[in-house]
Structure formats: structure tokens, C-alpha cells
């Protein structure tokens, strides 16, 4: 095809096939049905939900760009872009930049045509372009020929008048001659040099928008010679608008009041020395795994229960973050990482709670190294996000941590990218958040600003603003600072986005929860974490020959859950040796305490974790041994000799005097009272110590008596008992019916193989290298079949243009026998068994059985079709294939 294209189809079909690769791998919701050829590619381009996806993955200088193609003329010449983006006076760095806008937007298909015609494609005019309902981010109104469109004659004849202009004799060239004096520099300077000052000042009020303003019946002298004149004009029974064109001269030419075109720097810079930066960050990840697996041990037995709604209740949320030492916001991450690493999960019991699944008990088997890299791997792709915990859904009801309503599709995305952002500094580099967040802004502004589904206007120029009466009338309320009369309101600084945003806040969460993740250390992403960012995903936006625009950085694939693992084993095995080894000994002290070193090796810490209490963490964790402690490891089933040998085995000091003396002592009262079920009853040799119990005030809530010297009957049941009798300091043991002594060892509880969590995509997902080519090869074969030239079908009716050809059955099997022989490709109609309905382009290879075998330009293969499903079939021109 040559000349100028008319239509984005026709200028999508003179790209070549890497850019259409491109454009389906930048807008992967065009392949979902694969079109049937470039002008269903086109049609699907421009529809609306299509378009707003695509625009709100626009970096800011580009978007402001689009934003610009809005407010000009359509088409636009390169030239008038650039002077509507870098003003009369011009801007080099706008200059440099607008290329690289032009083709991303071109590359998109969101901008068509050459240079000296630029196009934006309908569907984005409509979202970007100012009107009183949604006003433009520009700041700008409407044109001078819409703004007149609902004047009479008369009026606009008496403004032409008034403005210096000659009479005209039809309201189209009326506002022709309006526009043309507000667009020509000298004459418009002329005229607002005989404006009053206080008529200028108005105009510098609404100059950066709203441009809307209201006015009295009566308007004070200086807002009607602004009137009189057409630089304000009406909008509605008492409001009046500045015309675009007006705007724009006042602007020095200049769409946006701050163009962006290079994104914020990541400053100020704190350098640090990289080992130190590993080493924290290798402490954090030890701290990470020791949380984990404190909290799979507390809830060993089984955790709390699920809210009918889903999710954890407060009072648990609190328990649980008592338990792990840690805030409730805290707590909630870990929960939510073990959630989504597949370690804790429902039961899906009757009375259903939390608890620890069969990987959870592979994963407490694993190396600390390999730990780490299925937690980093999980909290990289999660789209569940803790840090909404206890904020209010849509309903205004809070939302429970583990609950639902907790996935945020667009966190793995920024996780990655704020993660290549710290990347991207030398290493032992930090930078504060505040930049970290600005940097997000820029790259996704209406991301940061707004909801999928609409386009809000981001924080390039002056916000839209409440308008504002512009004479001597109330005005409405404006913000603070803004002169009585108008509302107005000052420029927004460059980069400001709202810093309660969605986006800003998955951010901050994602340098906090990397932090306590030890992905990274002092603020500085660590060699690990550095690997953890290194995944083969290919670029989003990759350009087209003519377009040559370069991919964003934060346009990337997100990468596959096997290029993620992959990249969380290289970072672990960075990892592993900075980790520090387990030990298999512990430090006994005089005063009841042990001390370890390090971290114990698994099974010492299970052991020592049932004989003491845990006083302190850190580097070296203390433990210390009372009564209760060693009164449970004897219900464990442990003898007094056996704990003596356990201590002597891992301590590197001897056992100490009164830690001996504690184990014999608490031992020696140990199973003397023995608890069984009559419904309960205790037993003793001694009957001194059951009188001594009877008589104990504390014993009434158990309701004693005395049924032999050597035994009390209770009328409470057997583990009531023994709790009261272990309150009142007694060391009593359970028996069996038969006598024995029953061994306090819980069962753990486990739910059944559960899978975890599935992240929620963020659209539709990133199409790989085959479906690209395989896509591209359908969309030109389809475009073929629809516009190959054809032979004329010898039909009762004409066929319609692009409608599939109707033949006979008999006319359709002699045409696809003759072009057996003759070798010659045909043109047909197909509906599958679906009922859909296609075209194709085939060349017929065997006629059998009721079937053609033949060879498919549509999907590049050999297919076979049941001759009753083909509608007709046409021969095609000769120079068509």
C-alpha cells in the first residue's frame, strides 16, 4: 500500500511484523479473541476500554503529550505539537523528549499518521479533551467555535464589532475571525494591551484553569469589556468560560503550566558500604524465616478460628501479634506471607481455623537459604496485600487480615519496579521513599491518580477546581490564598500526585515489607535482593521499525512464576553464605538460664523450646527453666535422668547447682497425685497431702470429697482438675483407666494439601514470543482472505463486500476439485463447530470423502474441513496470493 493512510487500519498494515509484535505485546487485550484481520486489529484498538488501558499505562511526559494531541487541531503537525509542549520560546529538553512520546504513542496505536498529520485516535480525544463535566488536565476550555456554538448571530456580530474585527455575514465566519485574532500573536498583544488591569488580572486567574467562572446579571466594567471582546464567553445561564485560543496566547503557547519530560531523580543519594548493606539485610532475612516459624509453632496445634466472613477476627489479629512480639500491621504481613507462600490456610472443617499446612512441615525441613527464597518468591508475585488490613472495603466494614478483598493487582507490578529502581543505583545506594514514590508517579500518573475504568486528571498543571464567580458577586469557595472574586488556585508543584494514592501507598509498603523481608538492608537493595530483580521478562512495548520507540523502563513483562523462582534461587544461593550457622550446643548459667549463641539446630530447639521458657531474641536467644517448664517436659514423658542427660549433651558449662536441683525437686513431686475419670477423681499415696488439699480454700471450686483415705472423688472433669491442682502449686499427673500415666503430647493439627493463594492479574496476561508470531501470522493471513482481489461468483444475489461468499454444494466441490489440479488457492467461507463464522484463503490439496485437505494461509498448516461447514468458496485473482 502507498500514500497516505486515511485510517489507523490501513497504517497498521504497513507495519511490519515485529510491529505489530509490539503492539500486541504493549496492549495484550487486542489478542483476546486473536482478531480476524488488521481492521477488527484497528476497531479493537479504538474501543474505549481498550484505550483507557492503554492510556493509563503512559508515562507522565508522554501522557502529556496525548493530552496536548486533545487540544490541537486535528490532524496535528509535529511542528504545532512541539510549540504546544515547549511554548514560543521553545524548551531543549521538551524538544529531546517529544520524539521518544510520538513514537510510544504510535507504537500503541494511540497516534497515527505521518508528522505533518498526526492523529489521535478518536476514543482517546474523547477521554482527554476539556469539557465542563470532565475538564482537561491542560487546564484548558473549549475553543472559541465551540464555546459560540449555542451564541446568536447578532451577539457574535457585536463582539467581531467590539474586537476590532469587520462584520461577517453567517456565525461560522464570525468565529472563524474570532479565533484567527486570538491565535495571531501581534494583533491579540494589541488588543490586551488596551485592556483595564483589572480585566488582565481575571485572565491570569483562570489562565491554568478551571477556565470556568461565573458572573451576575450585572458584570462590574472590567468582566464586560473581557465580554464584549470574546475573551470570556458564555457557558451556561451565568457562567462563562476563557476560549482555548485565548488561553493559549496568554500561556506563551504552552498546553501544560509544567511539562515533565525527563522523570524525577532519585536524590539525595546515601552511600553505604555494600558488605555492611549484606549483612543487615542477611540479619533481617534470618529474622524473617525465625518469625515464620514461630508463628507455624503457635499455631502448631491449631490456630484461631475463621470469621463467617472470612479472615481473622481483631482479638486474634492482637493475640497473634502479642505472640510474634510485633504491631498488628506487622503481624498482618507475616500472616499474609505465610497465606501466600501456601504455609497456613483454612481447614475447611465444621468449625474451621487456621493452621499450618503438609508444605508448611517441608518447608521447616528445608536449608534457611532455601526458606527465604519460597518466602521472597511468594511475596514477589502476591497480589494480597497486608498493608490494607483494617482499612474499610466498599461497604465501610473493615477488612480482616487473611480475609478476602485483600488482593491489589497492581502491587507485583510496582514491587518489581521499585525493586529495578534501587537496581539501578550503585550498590549500597539508598534513596529516601519519598523519591522512590515520585519516580512511580511519573512513570504511571493516571495509575497513581485514578481507578481503572475512567481517566482522572493527574496532577500535571493546575488541578480542575470548583469555578468561581469572576465579579462582584459571592464567589465560590476556592483554595486558600485565592483572591476574592475567582477561584483560583496556584500550580501544582511538578511530579505532585496525592500521597494517599493507591500506587504511592503499594510502594512505601513494598520498601517496608522488603526491608523485613531482608531483600534489602539500610534502605540499599543487597546483592541478593539485586539477583531477586534479574528475571529474563521481556519488554512490554517493543517498537516497530518505522515508530523506533524505545520501551519504557517501567513498561516490562511481568515475568513468569518459573523465572521468579528461578531468580529467588540465585538470590538464595547469594544468601546462604551470609546466614549464620546453626549450632548445636547452648551456654547453662547459674541463674535458671541458657543461653544459644546462634540458631539451634531444629531438633535441639524443639527439645530445649518443651524444658524452657523463651525470655529474650535476638542474636543470641536466652531461655530460662522454671517449675512449669520442667514440669512440662515431664508430661511429655521425660524422666528426671533423661533431662539431666539432655543438658549435660548440648551444654558446653557444666549443668549448674540449681538447675540440677529444680529438675530432682519438681520430678520428685511429679505423678505423686494421679488424676483419672470417675467423672474425676485424685489419687495418693499419701494421705497427709490429699488432707492437705481438702482443707485448701483454693480446692472448693473443685468440689473434693473424700471416698477412701488414699482417694477424692471430684465432680469436675479431669483436665479441669488438673489445672486447679497445678494452680494451687501441686505437680499432679493423668492416668489411664488402668492405671498408667498418660503422656501430655499433643497431637499438631495440619489441613488437608492446600495450594496457595492465585494472584489476581492486572489485566490480561503478557502474551510470550509463540503467541505473538502465531497471533501476527492469523491477523495477515485473515487480511488477506478479506481483501484479496476475487473472481466474480456466478450467484442468484450478489455477495456483500466482506461478507462470506455462498456457493452451492455442488459448485463448491467442483471449484475445490478444479483447484486440485490446477493448484490454485481459493478464498472461502468456514463455520466451525462452534457456529462461528470465517473467511480463509486455502489451497486445496485432496477432495475425499466428504472432506478437503488443504493448506491454511490463515493459520500457516495443513488442515482438514468437513465439506458441509464450508458456506462457498470463490477463486481468487491471479497476482492475489
Known sequence: MTGTPRTL????????????????????????????????????????????????????????????????????????????????SGDAAVAAELPRAVAELRAQALVWGPDDRLRLVRTARELLSPSAAHPSPTGLGPTVTEAAAGMSPGRLQEIIAAAGLPTTHDPVTAAAALTALFTDRARMTALLDTAPAESVAVLDKLLWGPPYGGVTD??????????????????????????REAALHLRAGRAHHTPEPVPPALAPATERDPQLVDNAAASQAF???????????????????????????????????????????????????????????????????????????????????????????????????????????????????????????????????????????????????????SRLQWERPLRSAGAAGQVPAPATGRPPAAAGAVDGGAPAPGPSGSAPGLAGSAPAPAGSAPADDLRSRLAQWTLTEAELLGVTG?????THGRALTETTAQPAAASSTEAAA???????AAPSPAETDAAATRAAALLAPLLPEPVDHVLLQADLTAVAPGPLHRPLSDALGVLADIESKGGATVYRFTPASVRRALDAGRSAAELQEFLTAHSRTPVPQPLAYLIDDVARKHGRLRIGAASAYVRCDDDALLSEILADRRAATLRLRRL????????????????????????????????????????????????APTPVPDGPPTPDATLL?????????????????????????????????????????????AAVLTHSALWIGYVNADGAASQRVIAPVRVEGGFVTAYDHTSDEVRTYPLHRITGVAELADDSV
Not at 474505549?48 to 492510556?55: C, D, G, P, T
Not at 539500610?522 to 543487597?526: Q, T, V
Open 708 to 755: 477412701a483415705p488414699t482417694v477424692l472423688a471430684a465432680q469436675t472433669a479431669p483436665d479441669q482438675l488438673l489445672d486447679g491442682l497445678r494452680a494451687m502449686g501441686y505437680a499432679p499427673a493423668a492416668e489411664s483407666t488402668a492405671g498408667d500415666v498418660l503422656i501430655a503430647r499433643a497431637d499438631t493439627h495440619r489441613t488437608p494439601p492446600r495450594t
Open 550 to 556: 524505545a520501551p519504557s523502563p517501567a513498561s516490562t
Open 287 to 437: 529474622t524473617a524465616l525465625a518469625t515464620v516459624e514461630e508463628l507455624l509453632k503457635e499455631w502448631d496445634l491449631g490456630g484461631p478460628g475463621v470469621l463467617r466472613a472470612g479472615g481473622m477476627s481483631v482479638r486474634d489479629l492482637k493475640r497473634t501479634a502479642a505472640a510474634l512480639d510485633t504491631t498488628e500491621q506487622l503481624a498482618a504481613f507475616w500472616l499474609e506471607l505465610a497465606y501466600g507462600a501456601g504455609l497456613i490456610a483454612s481447614d475447611g472443617e465444621a468449625d474451621e481455623r487456621f493452621a499450618a499446612t503438609p508444605a508448611a512441615e517441608e518447608w521447616l525441613q528445608l536449608p534457611d537459604h532455601e526458606r527465604w527464597a519460597v518466602l521472597a518468591a511468594a511475596w514477589l508475585s502476591a497480589t494480597r496485600t497486608a498493608g490494607v488490613v483494617g482499612s474499610a472495603d466498599a461497604k465501610g466494614r473493615a477488612l480482616a487480615a487473611l480475609g478476602p478483598h485483600l488482593d491489589r493487582s497492581p502491587a507485583p507490578e510496582v514491587r518489581r519496579r521499585a525493586l529495578a529502581l534501587l537496581a539501578g543505583l550503585p550498590p549500597g545506594t539508598s534513596v529516601p521513599a519519598a523519591a522512590v514514590r
Open 773 to 817: 508470531t502465531a497471533a501476527v501470522r492469523a491477523i495477515r493471513a485473515g487480511d488477506l482472505a478479506a481483501t484479496a482481489e476475487r473472481k466474480p461468483v456466478h450467484a442468484p444475489a450478489p455477495t456483500a463486500p466482506g461478507a462470506l461468499p455462498r456457493t452451492t454444494s455442488a459448485e463448491t466441490l467442483a471449484t475445490m476439485q
Open 9 to 88: 487500519a490501513e497504517e497498521l498494515r504497513t507495519r511490519t511484523d515485529r510491529g505489530l509484535v509490539g503492539l500486541l505485546r504493549a496492549r495484550p487485550d487486542l489478542l483476546n479473541p486473536v482478531p480476524g484481520d488488521v481492521t477488527q486489529l484497528a476497531t479493537r484498538a479504538g474501543t474505549r476500554a481498550s484505550v483507557v488501558r492503554a492510556v493509563e499505562r503512559l508515562d507522565r511526559f508522554v501522557l502529556q503529550t496525548a493530552e496536548a494531541l486533545a487540544v490541537s487541531p486535528d490532524p496535528c503537525p509535529y511542528d504545532t505539537l512541539g510549540a504546544l509542549m515547549g511554548g514560543d
Open 218 to 243: 450585572r458584570p462590574a466594567p472590567h468582566l464586560q469589556w473581557l465580554l464584549d471582546r470574546g475573551l470570556l464567553l458564555p457557558a451556561g445561564a451565568r457562567n462563562v468560560v476563557l476560549p
Open 522 to 526: 539500610r534502605g540499599a537493595l543487597s
